[in-house]
């Protein structure tokens, strides 16, 4: 979709860029055509330039670049180029407020594995593996996720992020992440019914006992996360490909679900679950 995107020019604008596809400038190599000239006028050597550079940018693996570039609207149209090197993110935390909060998971899944840090464990790894990507995807991370990041471990997330609240928002879904998953039909199974506040619970139960299996169960959530993203922006890819003259080209087939490496207690859940009544 990026070789077909013109409104990443300035002064070319999402309804300019609907224009010159209309009229057959399809992609970038289009503009470099004699006929081309014609239709864009005056801006030829401009836009000529920008693509070329936008050429060499993706050849980079220069995602931030283009993100920068693309409206806010359109930041959907990276995923494609940039699948292969995204980072799918999701933090758990104490729930203690603004001073006293800190991190207590984080999953990330990418180049087709799985990962998850824990406080006192492995948390510090992170910093070094998410250095290995171009692309940060999550939910609710640009308010969230990615700030509370980069203050905990006093980092710069420096590369694009797609969050899919606001992109999903667009196609009208409502919810958080569980209500996305269901209007699409996924199902957590083991871990239907667990939400952010009970990954607290079970942090806080991993603190009192030390008990594997709630820490495990507490992982396996975390990594259901990660991996329900990638589901969804393949989704929200679909649809919002469609509605463009190259749909029927762009449509990505189903994502392959990964090895989570951690399993859910069902019974782990349900103990905790009956201790806290009918909270959940």
């Known amino acids: 979709m990026l070789e077909h995107s013109f409104c990443l020019i300035p002064r070319v604008g999402v309804g300019t860029e609907e224009k010159y596809w209309n009229a057959g400038l399809s992609s970038w190599d289009d503009v470099f055509a ?5 239709l864009l006028k005056t801006k030829t050597t401009w836009v000529r330039q920008y693509v070329e550079e936008a050429r060499e940018r993706l050849n980079a ?18 995923f494609r180029a940039f699948r292969d090197d995204a ?34 464990q492995n948390l510090e790894d992170f910093q070094d593996d998410i250095r290995d990507f171009s692309l940060l995807v999550t939910y609710n991370g640009k308010t969230f996720d ?19 609240r606001y992109i999903l928002k667009a196609l009208g879904f409502t919810g958080g992440l569980k209500q996305c998953e269901k209007q699409i039909g996924m199902d957590r199974e083991e871990l239907d ?20 299996e709630v820490l495990e169960t507490l992982l396996a959530y975390n990594a259901a996360d990660v991996v329900s993203l990638e589901q969804l922006l393949v989704h929200a890819w679909n649809c919002l490909s469609a509605k463009t003259p190259f749909g029927c080209d762009l449509q990505l087939p189903k994502a392959t679900e990964p090895v989570v490496p951690h399993t859910a207690s069902r019974a782990v859940v349900e103990r905790l679950q009956s201790r806290m009544g009918q909270m959940f």
């Open 34 to 38: 004699p006929e081309a000239e014609r």
């Open 61 to 78: 693996g220069d995602a931030l670049y283009f993100q920068r570039l693309l409206p806010s609207a359109q930041h959907w149209r990276l």
């Open 87 to 120: 980072a799918y993110v999701d933090i758990e935390t104490t729930g203690l407020g603004i001073g006293e909060d800190h991190i207590t998971s984080i999953a990330l899944y990418g180049h087709g594995e799985v990962k998850t840090y824990v406080y006192g």
């Open 146 to 164: 990615a700030p509370f990041i980069e203050r905990y471990f006093q980092i710069k997330l420096n590369m694009a992020h797609l969050d899919l």
């Open 193 to 212: 019914g667990v939400n952010g506040y009970f990954a607290i619970v079970l942090w806080n139960e991993y603190q009192r006992t030390r008990d594997p």
